[in-house]
């Protein structure tokens, strides 16, 4: 019933760019507040970027600010994470989180099955 479904992932060279989307279905898409997270091998699942339900507040991981982009669109119910200058570091999958509320214990937290991104040369 409830879908989050990732793409846009894949094999990029450092420098390049990527677009990721994710698709949500089975829920009020604009009450959640949307996030990207990634997780490499051996490693934590980490926060990349989040955004509010009305899309004018966001936030980034350090190590991503000035080079990857938030945004959402709530007659699509899509969100989208645009990631320029990518490195080798950037390499993880990356995962689609939908969450009610976003504070405190959540009534809802819905995750996708993540998509590929592969930085090298």
């Known amino acids: 019933q409830v879908q989050l479904v990732e793409s846009g992932g894949g094999l990029v060279q450092p420098g390049g760019s990527l677009r990721l989307s994710c698709a949500a279905a089975?829920?009020?898409?604009?009450?959640?507040?949307m996030s990207w997270y990634r997780q490499a091998p051996g490693k934590e699942r980490n926060l990349v970027a989040r955004?509010?339900?009305?899309?004018?507040?966001?936030n980034y991981a350090d190590s991503v600010k000035g080079r990857f982009t938030i945004a959402r669109d709530n007659v699509k119910n899509t969100v989208y994470l645009q990631m320029n200058s990518l490195k080798p570091e950037d390499t993880a999958v990356y995962y689609c989180n939908a969450r009610y509320p976003s504070w405190g214990i959540p009534q809802a937290d819905y995750w996708g099955q993540g998509t590929q991104v592969t930085v090298s040369s």
């Open positions: 955004i509010r339900t009305s899309g004018g507040s966001t």
């Open positions: 089975g829920f009020t898409f604009s009450s959640f507040a």
